[in-house]
């Protein structure tokens, strides 16, 4: 029988030295620790109003991007548009056009044309008189398609600075959409409308500053909102995915989300780089011809919510 005294009183076995690099036992590598507690990022299909790009030039300059005639490769700039096409049909969106106006060379950025939440939709009214046509445009096709359209009293340039997440409306002003939009909207949709103020004319639109990634979470740049504003962001997304200037510049901010997979401007490396981390799937699509109008992937991009 085995002496209980000796038992107790001998030298422990030694203990085998970790492997370089190996951390501490009972600590979880932070790779497993994003895999456990993330849930995963589930899609959801949607459908989009676009508008080809046949008429698109810049001829007039009406925010910081864009240079009187500036020379724009509308060849390159109708392929780039059909491969944004094409990536939302690939991944199960549905995609309905919009006819293109003589004369409207900003047409083709959709998104300004409208609000549509709930199948209700809250028309335009252009800050610049270039682009006022196009909201007559926009209304035809959305009533020919069986919506009721509310026409605002005051300066609205719809989804650019009139943003979904969730059951809040984020609402832009500062260099287009006013304040007193923001208020219709709120009584027309009856949803909590926050306005927010933008400080940089190079972000002109909500939508050039923010995006939605989901119905709980948003990405935005900082540098773009006034500092009230700024508060009101940082209470209301604590997990907000942070943008650098220069990827917000690069229109990385312009971009389309389903929930999943991210349609993102392929220059906007670092954002790429993050929303991976954040367990997105990126969809780089280049509209770079775009930029020189100061639009990109969202602007082109009208959701119709139902």
């Given at each position: 029988m085995?002496d209980p005294?000796?038992?107790l009183?001998?030298e422990?076995a030694?203990v085998e030295p ?8 009972g ?10 507690v993330r ?5 959801r ?5 676009l ?6 030039e ?6 910081a991007?864009m240079r009187?005639?500036?020379p724009v490769d509308?060849a390159?700039?109708q392929r780039q ?5 094409q990536?939302?049909r690939?991944?199960?969106?549905t995609?309905?056009?919009v006819e293109?106006v003589a004369?409207?060379?900003d047409m ?11 199948g209700r ?11 006022r046509?196009?909201?007559a445009?926009y209304e035809?096709w959305?009533?020919a398609?069986g919506?009721?359209v509310?026409?605002p009293?005051?300066?609205c340039?719809?989804?650019g600075d009139?943003?979904p997440?969730g059951?809040?409306i984020?609402a832009g002003?500062g260099f287009?959409?006013t304040r ?5 909207v709120?009584e027309f ?5 926050i306005?927010?103020?933008l ?18 979470n948003?990405?935005y740049y900082p540098?773009?909102?006034s500092?009230?504003?700024?508060e009101?962001?940082?209470?209301l997304f ?10 917000a510049m690069?229109?990385g ?10 349609f ?7 954002l ?10 990126p969809v780089?699509v280049d509209?770079s011809?775009?930029h020189?109008?100061g639009?990109g992937i969202?602007c082109?991009?009208q959701?119709?919510r139902?």
């Amino acid at each position: 029988m085995p002496d209980p005294v000796s038992a107790l009183t001998r030298e422990p076995a030694p203990v085998e030295p970790a492997p370089a690099g190996a951390l501490p036992v009972g600590v979880v590598p932070e790779e497993a620790v994003r895999t456990i507690v993330r849930p995963p990022r589930v899609p959801r299909p949607r459908r989009y109003l676009l508008c080809e790009p046949l008429h698109f030039e810049v001829r007039y300059a009406i925010n910081a991007w864009m240079r009187d005639a500036a020379p724009v490769d509308r060849a390159l700039a109708q392929r780039q548009w059909a491969t944004l096409v094409q990536a939302y049909r690939d991944h199960g969106h549905t995609v309905e056009t919009v006819e293109p106006v003589a004369d409207l060379p900003d047409m083709v950025f959709a998104a300004n044309s409208a609000l549509v939440v709930g199948g209700r939709v809250f028309g335009s009214h252009f800050h610049a008189p270039e682009r006022r046509p196009e909201s007559a445009a926009y209304e035809a096709w959305f009533r020919a398609a069986g919506f009721d359209v509310r026409a605002p009293k005051s300066v609205c340039e719809g989804e650019g600075d009139l943003v979904p997440v969730g059951g809040w409306i984020l609402a832009g002003t500062g260099f287009r959409t006013t304040r007193e939009t923001h208020r219709e909207v709120q009584e027309f949709l009856g949803l909590p409308t926050i306005s927010l103020q933008l400080v940089d004319p190079y972000f002109y639109h909500l939508d050039t500053a923010l995006f939605p990634l989901d119905d709980t979470n948003v990405a935005y740049y900082p540098g773009a909102f006034s500092r009230g504003s700024l508060e009101v962001l940082r209470r209301l997304f604590p997990e907000a995915v942070i943008a650098t200037r220069e990827d917000a510049m690069a229109f990385g901010l312009n971009s389309v989300s389903d929930g999943c997979h991210v349609f993102v401007a392929p220059q906007a490396e670092g954002l790429i780089e993050q929303l991976a981390r954040h367990g997105y799937v990126p969809v780089p699509v280049d509209l770079s011809e775009f930029h020189k109008a100061g639009g990109g992937i969202k602007c082109c991009t009208q959701e119709v919510r139902p």
